[in-house]
């Protein structure tokens, strides 16, 4: 029987009736606790990724939050915290594995608030959405939020994608100038699990090729029923900038992905290059006219890589997601390394030519 993404995870039963009151949080130096969004459409997996994790014997202590994201509800809305006398949070659930569970149907920042207040440390957070086909609001508060900056920290987004109608999707696309519904998610996407490969006949090479067309950066995880190494979707960093060694690796792949031929309209991901050190203004101004002034008829959905910066002996490492961007220092450049700057773009109506130029005005 296919998974029915309708039903809530049957390992959740909720009991309102007695708040959960937390403890009071005591002074602690450890690390943040990543969290981790899941997105994907109605049937690709997500109810069933969620009970896997409630159910199953994987050894690590997972908080799943169940954010209920209704027309009414913004994302707004759900990240005002409304204090303790708001009680917009349902009762943490205990499983019998050592995870925990809560449905949130307001603030989202209170359950996260909450969780960390608790006794039992967590060892990562997964936060599904129902109703919110673009993560970028949530994503963007999370990742910079500083209300929860010291306790959390944004760890990736994980996209389910039922592999069967994904196939049907590409050949509905070939006919006509619309683009897959699943390109825009696979866009914000640092993992993306395709699930119920049990379902497709024939090799699924041409699946995560299209796939890696729209985000050449994107690690693919196949399974069936989402029955996935958490390893290989957990403690991702996707957004720190301590992984610059493996930001790197993967725009170098993305830099020999030749630029594909599909329609003007579709999601893309282009990668520039330019050799000589930029001044760090620039940037941030090329940035925000790319972002937020929005010249051009292109939509930028994701942004990632690593900077030359002039007079600077670190690299340094760029992420954006829609209007937010953030630059950092991660580390020295070794005496190894070619300094070098190189971007990776994704988004709809990408122009090469656009970008390429803008940024080489970026140079010191």
């Known amino acids: 029987m296919e998974d029915d993404d309708e039903c809530p995870p049957l390992a959740v039963e909720l009991s309102p009736e007695k708040p959960y009151s937390p403890p009071p949080l005591g002074p602690s130096a450890a690390s943040p606790v990543g969290v981790t969004v899941i997105t994907g459409y ?9 009970n896997y994790i409630l159910s199953a014997q994987h050894g690590k202590r997972i908080a799943v939050i169940l954010n209920e994201f209704g027309e009414e509800i913004g994302v707004e809305r759900a990240m005002i915290n409304e204090g303790q006398g ?7 659930v205990e499983l019998a594995n050592g995870c925990v569970c809560c449905t949130v149907k307001h603030s ?9 207040q608790r006794k039992e440390r967590m060892d990562h957070i997964l936060l599904e959405t129902t109703g919110l086909a673009d993560p970028a609001p949530l994503v963007s508060i999370l990742w910079l939020d500083d209300q929860l900056e010291s306790s959390i920290k944004l ?13 049907l999707q590409i050949d509905e696309h070939k006919k006509s100038s619309s683009f897959p519904e699943a390109f825009h998610q696979i866009a914000f996407a640092d993992v993306v699990i395709l699930n119920k490969i049990d379902l ?14 729209v985000n050449a950066l994107v690690t693919v995880v196949q399974s069936v029923r989402c029955q996935v190494d958490l390893n290989k979707i957990f403690d991702q960093q996707a957004y720190g900038a301590k992984n610059s ?12 992905v030749p630029p594909n031929l599909r329609h003007d309209n579709s999601i893309s991901t282009l990668c520039i290059c330019e050799q000589d050190p930029i ?6 101004s090329w940035l925000e006219d790319l972002l937020w002034e929005r010249k051009s008829d292109m939509d930028i959905y994701r942004c990632k890589g690593i900077l030359h910066v002039h007079n600077s002996d670190q690299v340094h490492t760029l992420q954006a997601v829609r209007e937010v961007y953030e630059v950092l220092p991660a580390r020295e450049w070794s005496k190894t390394e070619s300094r070098t700057n190189k971007i990776v773009v994704i988004g709809r109506n990408l122009d090469i030519n656009i970008l390429q130029d803008s940024f080489s005005r970026c140079k010191h």
Do not use: M
Not at 86 to 91: D, I, K, N, T, W
Not at 201 to 212: A, C, K, N, P, V
Not at 279 to 284: F, I
């Open 200 to 213: 497709v006949e024939g090799s699924l090479e041409d699946l995560e090729r299209q796939i890696h067309e």
């Open 279 to 284: 001044s760090l203004s620039k940037v941030e």
């Open 245 to 256: 060694s493996q930001l790197q690796e993967l725009l170098e792949y993305s830099k020999s």
């Open 108 to 116: 989202l920042v209170q359950a996260l608030e909450q969780l960390v």
């Open 42 to 50: 109605l049937g690709a997996g997500k109810s069933t990724l969620v």
């Open 86 to 92: 708001g009680a917009l949070v349902e009762e943490w």
């Open 155 to 167: 760890d990736s987004i994980i996209t389910v994608i039922d592999a069967k109608n994904f196939r």
